[in-house]
T-cell receptor
Framework: NAGVTQTPKFRILKIGQSMTLQCTQD?????MYWYRQDPGMGLKLIYY???????DKGEVPNGYNVSRSTTEDFPLRLELAAPSQTSVYFC???????????FGSGTQLSVL | ELKVEQNPLFLSMQEGKNYTIYCNYS?????LYWYRQDPGKSLESLFV?????AVKQEGRLMASLDTKARLSTLHITAAVHDLSATYFC????????????FGKGTSLLVTP
């Protein structure tokens, strides 16, 4: 099993550009999440999804959008990139509420 | 708002010594998770603790959960250099699609 796959691994954006971070999982998990990790700050929840067609905002959703058209895919869209969005982004999934979270390998994004 | 606090945030210890990392959380929960992150890497699940009094051990690491005190501990026995990493504890949120709420992490450095 590939688990949770994220692309790209690294990206540099100019202020105002847009991009989509891809995330796909092959474990048939209903629950999927996007987190961002800033140095010394732990992980902050951006958006989450409890199944195909259902998404909702997390703690820090401003400047981002998501969609969940299939169980497998949960892309994160950045519109009008800002330097404050420089971070490492992790996609994660889990089967249910009492099981561990599986993480992708992360995307390191710099906005200059 | 659920808060998860870890201490210490930084820990330098000698090989062969024992130490404990503490994780306090602010709301009732009987599910707590420990993760390890190596520099530049993703998060790897270490332990899933699902009830009061749960204790799990893997090699030189042992985790426990006291839901009444809202406290989990990660005990390191006879530390070795390979344990150098950042350790995160996390608690299930009751909303946000069972997203995990993470502490800021404990950066552990084991020196000769």
């Amino acid at each position: 099993n590939a688990g949770v796959t994220q692309t790209p691994k690294f990206r540099i954006l100019k202020i105002g550009q847009s991009m989509t971070l891809q995330c796909t999982q092959d474990m048939n998990h209903n629950y999927m999440y996007w987190y961002r990790q800033d140095p010394g700050m732990g992980l902050k929840l951006i958006y989450y999804s409890v199944g195909a067609g259902i998404t909702d905002k997390g703690e820090v959703p401003n400047g981002y959008n998501v969609s969940r058209s299939t169980t497998e895919d949960f892309p994160l869209r950045l519109e009008l990139a800002a330097p404050s969005q420089t971070s490492v982004y992790f996609c994660a999934s889990r089967r249910s509420g009492n099981e561990k979270l599986f993480f992708g390998s992360g995307t390191q994004l710099s906005v200059l | 708002e659920l808060k998860v606090e870890q201490n210490p945030l930084f820990l330098s210890m000698q090989e062969g010594k024992n130490y404990t990392i503490y994780c306090n959380y602010s709301t009732t929960s009987d599910r707590l998770y420990w993760y390890r992150q190596d520099p530049g890497k993703s998060l790897e699940s270490l332990f899933v603790l699902l009830s009061n009094g749960a204790v799990k051990q893997e090699g030189r690491l042992m985790a426990s959960l006291d839901t009444k005190a809202r406290l989990s501990t990660l005990h390191i026995t006879a530390a070795v250099h390979d344990l150098s990493a950042t350790y995160f504890c996390a608690v299930d949120t009751t909303n946000s699609g069972y997203a995990l709420n993470f502490g800021k992490g404990t950066s552990l450095l084991v020196t000769p």
